[in-house]
């Protein structure tokens, strides 16, 4: 597999991203969802947002290299089988993720950062704050955080219902494309 | 028009050489300039203090030296002003673990008895309203000062402390043996009306 994409095919730096990033994502709804719930007395009680926080920030970073990777690489053009609904569907879709997973990275540094501390990553570097102090921001960025990420994982679970539709039923390239084959 | 001035005058500098402090009066709680604190108190698993406060709350009191005992006061606290100094923590402290901002916007104390103990100490029994529990609490009371202030008005200030178990009001989210009861401490500066 070539690194760079092609017009027929995915790279490899593209098809660890994604999956990378279908990983995290699942993986950090999950995740957030659990520390909210932690009693004070659990080890993970102040572990689990440590993480979630940094998991966060770099999702952030690798989620900005991945927009430069797409526009500097040419892009496998769409399927001819699949109809101009399911091309216009798939943009759509695809565009929205990245603007809910931007949301989503920005609504939660807004409530870590409320105060005017940092965000750390994994005692690696931080991230200073810069809009703070405003009143009840970090419930007001809570709640969004929260609607979008919900959003996030309804729209990704159509997404991969998408793929496996194309998979199983219409037998086209769609997912094994994105596998890098 | 030279009547109506004549008037304003008197009137103003009659207010103004009040004998004061003889008599009952009703005081506003200074909340507009700050002179008036709401803390909370509570221990980090026995290891060190936590403190926070109360930023938003009003009240007012009424205070007679020569009836103490007909003393009231009355205190409203927006919840959602809770200030640990710590956003995450806030979030946490106005949520359904703890005082449930949402449901509960407001508490209240409504003053019950005001008994005077001598040396300027007194005992200020009221219903103290948290998290929807009304429940009697009881503030040890210092009467700190009074008297004219520099910008012609007539101030009036208490401290005060109370503490209580945060599950007398339905507050149960477990933070240690050590953490179970918040201490208040209450400062207010009242302006005579």
């Known amino acids: 597999m070539k690194l760079r994409n092609t017009e027929q095919r ?16 699942v993986g950090m709804f999950a995740l957030g ?19 979630h926080k940094s998991i966060g920030v770099l999702l952030f970073l690798l989620t900005l290299a ?4 797409r526009w500097s690489n040419p892009r496998p053009v769409e399927l ?41 990553v994994f005692n690696w570097f931080s991230i200073p704050a810069t809009v703070h102090g405003h009143e009840q921001q970090e419930d007001i960025a809570g709640l969004i955080h929260l609607v979008l990420a919900v959003s996030l994982i309804t729209l990704v679970t159509m997404h991969a219902a998408a793929a496996l539709k194309h998979h199983f039923v219409d037998r086209d390239r769609t997912l094994s494309r994105i596998l890098g084959k | ?32 300039g700050a002179h008036a604190f709401i803390q909370f108190k509570i221990s980090h698993l026995g290891y060190s203090w936590l403190v926070g406060r109360f930023n938003t709350f009003d009240g007012e009191f009424s205070y007679d030296e020569k009836n103490p005992a007909a003393s009231k006061v009355v205190v409203s ?31 209240k104390f409504v ?52 503490k209580f178990a945060l599950k007398d009001f339905g507050i149960d989210y477990d933070l240690g043996p050590a953490s179970q009861e918040v201490e208040l401490f209450l400062s207010v500066e009242g302006i005579r009306k």
């Open chain 1, 10 to 25: 995915w790279g490899l730096v593209s098809v660890i991203i994604h999956w990378f990033t279908a990983i995290a994502v």
């Open chain 1, 33 to 51: 969802l659990w520390m909210v719930e932690l009693t004070y007395y659990d080890h993970w009680y102040r572990q689990a947002p440590f993480i």
């Open chain 1, 66 to 69: 991945r927009l430069l990777w």
């Open chain 1, 80 to 120: 001819t089988g699949h109809s101009a609904f399911e091309k216009r569907a798939a943009r759509i879709a695809h565009g929205l993720i990245y603007l809910l997973l931007f949301s989503i990275m920005i609504s939660g540094y807004l409530i870590s950062t409320a105060d005017g501390r940092a965000v750390d």
């Open chain 2, 1 to 32: 028009m030279k009547n109506t001035l004549l008037a304003f005058i008197l009137l103003f500098s009659s207010s103004a050489f009040v004998p004061s402090a003889a008599f009952a009066a009703d005081y506003e709680i200074d909340t507009k």
């Open chain 2, 77 to 107: 606290i927006d919840t959602a002003s809770i200030d640990s100094n710590h956003a995450e923590r806030d979030k946490h402290l106005r949520s359904k673990d703890f005082l449930d901002v949402g449901k509960f916007p407001k508490a």
């Open chain 2, 111 to 162: 003053s019950t008895s005001f008994k005077e103990l001598g040396n300027g100490k007194a005992e200020l029994v009221g219903d103290l309203t948290l998290h929807g529990v009304t429940r009697a609490v009881t503030i040890a009371v210092e009467h700190v000062g009074h008297g004219k202030d520099p910008w012609g008005g007539y101030r009036r200030g208490f401290a005060g402390t109370t």
